[in-house]
């Protein structure tokens, strides 16, 4: 009996022994993968050209962003909660949100740039968080600067309060100081507009940043017109790549933003606004008709085929035909 009890720990212990090696070769595997679409965002935030990245919330629009044409993605923190049901407060974890990540990195060849909100915490939060992000092939995330659990920056008439400069500069030091892959992308987001303020607070807060070693600043504006943008554009003399979010004033032709000098645009919550009007329009004809006839005559829904596509299901024919026996 004894024999059989010590056998059983040694299997035990092996088994603990090989699941720890199994998740440092994954972590390994990613950290690597992920060196490589962290240059391509690096390279991207400080191209000539003005580049463009464009929202997904899980695996699937991931993948769909990518067969676009799209060179990166905004994996957007509003879209994410969304899908989930919550609010774009930190309802959701920081570790459910990584979660989202790990499927949508693996779908995908492209960088992704995370919308990390306010790192969840403190500095010890956020370059936690970073190391996680890291490990699963993400290759940059946006931090911004105001206080934890946040507002989302779109809110009418909410008050949107600052983290203070400093402290949020020496988050951006810590996570940098963090690294691994030095092209992991750290980017600032400063909100001094969005929570009211004049030019002359964003310039200091994105100096502040710059100096902590973001690799380039997000300048956010909810105003319809891009005057914001202009006037920081304009002040700012290109000191640091900087990436901005035309939400809310998506009249403005892009090419005044190559003008300004922009380095980045993101489309930002437009395939979570157009799956949820689908989603809404489909779901009401079905419960009023009664019938699947008018949805699939007018082609509103793909075939299921498509999805199984998407899913990339060929590879595991091959691999059933491969491994499984005959």
Sequence with gaps: MAKNLTSRAANIIWKHVSDKSNRLSQCRYYTAHGAKKSAALKKMLTSSNLEYIMEAHNGLSAKIVEEAGFQGIWASGLAMSAQMGVRDSNEASWTQVVDILEFMSEATEIPILVDADTGYGNFNNAR??????????????????????????????????????????????????????????????????????????????????????????????????????????????????????????????TQQFKDWGVSMVIWANHNIRTSVKAMQDVTAQIYKEQSLIGIEKEKKVVPVKEIFRLQNDHELVQAENKYLPK
Aim: aromatic share 8%.
């Design 128 to 253: 936690r968080l970073v190391g996680k992000l890291e490990e699963r092939g993400v290759a940059g995330a946006c931090f911004e600067d105001k206080l934890f659990p946040k507002t989302n920056s779109l809110h009418d008439d909410r008050h949107q309060p600052l983290a203070d400069m400093e402290e949020f500069a020496l988050k951006i030091k810590a996570c940098k100081d963090s690294l691994r892959d030095p092209n992991f992308c750290i980017v600032a987001r400063v909100e001094a507009f969005i929570a009211g303020w004049e030019l002359e607070e964003a310039l200091k807060r994105s100096e502040a940043y710059s100096n902590a070693g973001a690799d380039a600043i997000l300048m956010h504006s909810k105003k319809s017109d891009p005057s914001e943008i202009e006037a920081f554009m304009k002040a700012w003399n290109h000191k640091t790549p900087v990436v901005i979010v035309p939400t809310k004033y998506y009249t403005t032709p």
